[in-house]
């Protein structure tokens, strides 16, 4: 199982009542022919240009997001299976995400659950700033405890 994984494998069927040299150049040729013209018909899914969401002609809407950490949307639009392309505003700390019109449902809910995950993210305390309130209780409570070693003759 693993080496399939590994390797790729691609069968090729020739009808023919010899099998020359030509004969395969031609099969191969035709075979490569047509896995290139497959993977050019492949449109792209997920996180592209806006011109690549263009030229799907389906009707584009936008959304401003003023939050510079777009790789945590991502995540979540991918999880939802949504095309869109961010585009960074010149001079600016706001970003344009554009989707297609027909992932409006999808990104209304992939929306909804990235500003539920910043809310709370930002609030939850900071660790360092509760480690710094219990290192400040344990140096006001630490009690002298050296001792102190004097010789009485």
């Given at each position: 199982m693993?080496?399939?994984?590994?390797?790729?494998?691609?069968?090729?069927?020739?009808?023919?009542?010899?099998?020359?040299?030509q004969?395969?150049?031609k099969?191969?040729?035709?075979?490569l022919?047509?896995?290139?013209?497959?993977?050019?018909?492949?449109?792209p899914?997920?996180?592209?240009?806006?011109k690549?969401?263009?030229?799907q002609n389906?009707g584009?809407?936008?959304?401003?997001v003023?939050?510079?950490?777009?790789g945590?949307?991502?995540?979540i639009?991918r999880?939802y299976?949504?095309?869109?392309?961010?585009f960074?505003a010149?001079?600016?700390d706001?970003y344009l995400?554009f989707f297609k019109?027909?992932d409006a449902?999808?990104m209304?809910a992939?929306f909804?659950?990235?500003t539920?995950q910043t809310v709370?993210k930002?609030s939850?305390p900071?660790?360092?700033?509760k480690?710094e309130?219990f290192?400040?209780l344990i140096?006001?409570a630490?009690?002298?405890?050296?001792?102190k070693?004097e010789?009485?003759?």
């Open positions: 693993q080496e399939e994984v590994e390797q790729r494998v691609v069968t090729l069927i020739v009808n023919c009542s010899k099998l020359t040299e004969e395969l150049r099969a191969l040729s035709k075979l022919a047509q896995m290139k013209n497959h993977r050019q018909n492949k449109q899914h997920g996180k592209m240009t806006v690549q969401l263009a030229a389906r584009m809407q936008s959304v401003e003023t939050d510079q950490n777009i945590s949307f991502t995540r639009a999880k299976g949504i095309d869109f392309a961010p960074k010149k001079d600016q706001r995400i019109s027909q449902d999808a209304t992939a909804k659950e990235y539920a709370k930002h939850r900071s660790v360092l700033a480690l309130k290192k400040s140096q006001s630490v009690v002298d405890r050296t001792r070693k010789l009485e003759r």
